[in-house]
């Protein structure tokens, strides 16, 4: 059997999207076919039906209604599918045999601008790796087709560095080579759940990527650029287009970054310090941003993501925003005027990406006009400062007075929706369209004189005259009254049930002057309307300027805002190697607790006598809330934002990286233990002596001796190490560790304070000098409701090794409840000699001159040893 034409038809085009979901305009439907219904339909919870097409067996079909068609769209892109939109591209009365299709866009998750399923206070971000093996670097680049912005990075091939960019982007699509490493592919795979799209080698070939890159950005030098980003930054830029298939003017301009231009955090980091979502639920409520973001404008919401996602390390930089936001601060009158302003823009960033792809309709159009009109309104607000980047943004401040005024003379205050149904261009600025609508009111006006006449020539009080699509105008008289039309004149058009419609010679002729000027007027009303779009088109660049300074503008305000409802401090920028913190707290903590205060707490530290605190104490006390404090404080500090402190001065770091909470990877064949020591190899391998670096329980997941000697290992080697030597903050349960201070250079003892009140452990969240001495593991379950019972007994299990103080537990005289307070104590069952081969073994090792994996395979070697004597 052969196919119908139709299905040859669908075949043809589907050929060329295979990865696609083909929605075929069929009529007023979009049809999905074959495993496209299937996948629709289950997707969708759409009916799965069936379409003869010329087989043996029903295509498996379903449908949706194209004029529905964003709803369903909207929810296939959520679940990380890709729709190619087959539309009809002649009118199906009109042609001759099949209707002829094509292709008119692909709407992926990277590429998708529907403002009603985008977050406006998110970037959607679509992101592209190439790998060059032969010159080990690679490159990134990262665009959002809803606001033009396109970004792009290189660096030597690393793996941990590729993974921190895209976990910064957060893309919600990345473009990949078909012959990526696999390993590298899976790490992403790891911690990148967007959709994942394989491009081939064309993608990449000069004569593509070239040409495409100086066709799009006119002022682009393509000499400034290396092999490298030129293949990444075209590879992206031609499946954009292949996608979008319409303009992207709005998409002018590479913004090129070094990866050293901003603090580095891993993705790891990022999560454990909750910079924009929570570890529980991943949204916004109880990060950093949740706390800082007061902003007024979706643009400046997005904005300020960014610099959270990117703190400075130029102090300049940092030091410009801090003395913005100070004066701000200081001028509440003029702040809340800003504020006030602010509140009455529009999101320019996405209007502007929506008249550049000819997607934008004149109710858009008219916000855009009315968020112009309040610049000239905030740059007099903002004259009188006079803060170096206050002052920048005012000079700088494009009022856009041109696009205002074409605005307001073309486009009326409510126009209609959709810009092919009339009613959009304003009376005065085109003299046809003002005639057209002249003939338009007026022929109305007759028709009203018109009925009134007829009703009292005739005497039917209910005539009237309708008008619908089919028939046009008529006047209607009710049966009970047709003894009184008059013969000869009406002449009859429609019959029905209650009543008679007829036309007359005189209704006739005015309803083709109507219509006709009705349809010229609204084709005319399109027509001018995509004149002013154009106009408005080539101004692109200075609306997104505009767009940038107000989103710039609202971050500084926010944090103004921030600094005032919070009481943070305006820290100090240094470039020395001191973090001094009094009274630091945690930001986001102190807002979730409501019926206690926050404690706060002081912190020193530097790169020699205090390089690294070692903090001791329970569970539950506060020590982890406490070194994220001061990584939090640090990296606000450096986005330019003041912090929750009395007073903080800040030596700028270049990295900050984290070691807190960890988990199984199963999947992947990682115990939790294994996933610790991954963490702890990328932070020794990729820390510098600039960083911060924040340890927690590091050993814990194995027993405790294999635990407290990796936690000492690690310990030596960062002190130790001439090239590492950071800033680090330990917090470990091994209270052998305390011994180290007075033994290694640079390491402080502190605890967490802890007060028992008639057997009742109460914690102060004070961090205090020295160590702790124990960790009151019992106290925190009992805490947590335990049974006394079990508490009890847990307390003569703890009593009996504490006096036994060996590994190897003599498990008889503690399964036996103890009815005195000690237990003798028992031998090791060890020989001396063999013990004094280990520790000379031990003495003998170069730590310094090791990596931190043979440091690991040493250690995990020697335990053996150990247990098997």
Known sequence: MALTPMMQQYFEVKESYKDCILFFRVGDFYEMFFEDAKLASKELELVLTGKDCGLEERAPMCGIPYHAANTYIGKLISKGHKIAICEQLEDPALAKGIVKRGII?????????????????????????????????????????????????????????????????????????????????????????????????????????????????????????????????????????????????????????????????????????????????????????????????????????????????????????????????????????????????????????????????????????????????????ISNFNSELLVELYKNLDELRDIYKLLDTAILEEPAISVKEGNIIKKGYDSEIDELKDIKTNGKNWIAALENNEREQTGIKSLKIGYNKVFGYYIEITKSNLNLVPEGRYIRKQTLTNAERYITPELKEMEDKILKAEDKLINLEYAVFVKVREKIELHVNRMQNTAKIISELDCLSSLATAALENNYCKPEITSSDEISIKSGRHPVVEKMIKKESFVSNNTYMDTKENQMILITGPNMAGKSTYMRQIALIVIMAQIGSFVPASSANISICDKIFTRIGASDDLASGKSTFMVEMWEVSNILKNATSKSLVLLDEVGRGTSTYDGLSIAWAVIEYICNSKKLRCKTLFATHYHELTKLEGTIKGIKNYSVAVKEVKGTVIFLRKIVKGGADQSYGIEVAKLAGLPDKLINRAKDILNSLEIQKSEYVDVESITKPSKVETAPMIQLDIKDIEKQNILKEISNIDILNMTPMEGFNKLYDIINKVKSM
Not at 142 to 170: P, Q
Not at 288 to 315: C, F, S
Not at 347 to 374: H, M, T
Request: charged fraction near 25%.
């Open 105 to 381: 866009k692909v709407i992926t998750p990277g590429t998708y601008t529907n403002s009603s399923f985008l977050d406006e206070n998110k970037n959607n971000y679509i992101g592209s790796l190439y790998i060059d093996n032969e010159s080990n670097s690679f490159s990134l680049c990262f665009s959002d087709v809803s606001t033009g912005e396109f970004n792009c990075t290189d660096a030597s091939l690393n793996a941990a560095a590729i993974l921190d960019e895209i976990s910064k982007y957060n893309p919600k699509e990345m473009l990949i080579q078909n012959n990526i490493d696999i390993k590298i592919q899976d790490s992403i795979s790891e911690i990148f759940k967007g959709s994942f799209s394989i491009l081939n080698k064309d993608y990449y070939l000069e004569e593509n990527t070239i040409p495409i890159l100086k066709e799009q950005f006119k002022d682009l030098n393509i000499e400034n650029y290396n092999d490298t980003i030129i293949k990444c930054c075209g590879s992206l830029l031609k499946y954009i287009i292949e996608t979008q298939k319409t303009s992207l003017s709005h998409i002018n301009k590479i913004d090129y970054y070094s990866i050293v231009d901003y603090l580095s955090i891993d993705a790891n980091s990022r999560a454990n310090l909750e910079l924009t979502e929570n570890l529980r639920e991943k949204g916004k409520k109880a990060s950093l941003l949740w706390v800082i973001d007061k902003t007024n404008t979706a643009m400046g919401a997005r904005q300020l993501r960014r610099w959270v996602e990117q703190p400075l390390i130029n102090k300049k930089m940092i030091v410009r925003r801090l003395d913005a936001v100070e004066e701000l601060l200081n001028n509440i009158s003029k702040h809340e005027d800003l504020k006030d302003a602010l509140k009455n823009i529009y999101d320019i960033e996405r209007l502007v990406g929506k008249i550049s792809s000819k997607s934008v309709n004149a109710k858009e159009l008219i916000s855009l006009k009315n968020s112009i009109e309040k610049i000239p309104s905030i740059k007099s607000i």
